[in-house]
């Protein structure tokens, strides 16, 4: 028989087995949470509060219809392409370089649209853009 006392050991905390734990319910969670997936986006164009528009001799205003067909100072341009609308921005362009090209796009026009006139102006030596916005006293309604 062995009566000697025997020494005792100190309990331990073992983290492996906690840190198992939480890494299972971690991972459970990451696959088990769904994330909103953006199918369609609803756009408003933009809306900002201006003065009354001014008649500046360098303007040429650009329509941009919501089928995608153009106006350049109110006169129809035939055709869509970047090459017809170039050389109608350099027709309409009285002051030269110096000239502002104003877009005035309907909120249904394609973006194509708006980047086709942006191309043409860059093309024509047109480096004053800037775009129309109807008032918010309207509530962006026409």
């Not at 129809?76 to 050389?87: D, I, L, N, T």
Request: charge should be neutral; hydrophobic fraction near 45%.
């Amino acid at each position: 028989m062995n009566f000697r006392p025997r020494a005792k050991e100190e309990p331990e905390i073992n983290l492996i087995p906690f840190i198992d734990v939480l890494l299972v319910v971690l991972i459970f969670l990451m696959l088990s949470t769904t994330y909103s997936k953006f199918t369609e986006l609803q756009l408003r164009l933009p809306v900002a509060d201006a003065d009354a528009q001014r008649d500046y001799p360098r303007e040429v205003i650009v329509g941009i219809a919501g089928d995608g067909r153009y106006t350049v100072n109110r006169s129809p341009v035939s055709g869509r392409s970047v090459e017809a609308m170039s050389a109608a921005l350099t027709t309409a362009a009285v002051a030269g370089r110096d000239s502002v090209v104003i877009i005035s796009a309907d909120a249904a026009s394609p973006h194509q649209a708006v980047i086709t006139v942006l191309e043409a102006a860059r093309r024509s030596g047109l480096n004053q853009v800037t775009f129309a916005a109807q008032s918010s006293a309207t509530g962006g309604k026409p």
